[in-house]
């Protein structure tokens, strides 16, 4: 069985970006210590500053789900509530 790749894009307004950026780093440490967790990495964009891509991968759905869950992602919700243009979550299978 093939892991799960996870592409997440997070699109900040403008006037949060600070506030933004500030808790998607704090992601990167709990989460890359998460069963099943093989690669979290984070990326902002050249040109629009506004917008960071994740790049994952987990062992499979099931624990990724429970990444969903965690006590982490669920306050970077909270302390984002408001301050995003959009994200969006696209689950994906390595093909070659």
Do not use: R
Not at 36 to 53: M, P, V
């Amino acid at each position: 069985m093939s892991n799960l790749i996870v592409i997440a894009k997070i699109e900040a307004k403008k006037e949060n970006l600070n506030v933004v950026k500030e808790e998607v780093i704090k992601l990167i440490e709990p989460t890359l210590k998460e069963d099943g967790c093989l690669q979290y990495d984070l990326h902002q964009d050249n040109q629009d500053k506004t917008i960071f891509i994740f790049v994952e991968t987990w062992v499979n759905q099931a624990l990724w789900q429970k990444h969903m869950e965690s006590s982490h992602l669920q306050s970077f919700i909270e302390k984002t509530d408001g301050y995003l243009v959009g994200l969006n979550v696209h689950q994906m299978t390595k093909t070659q």
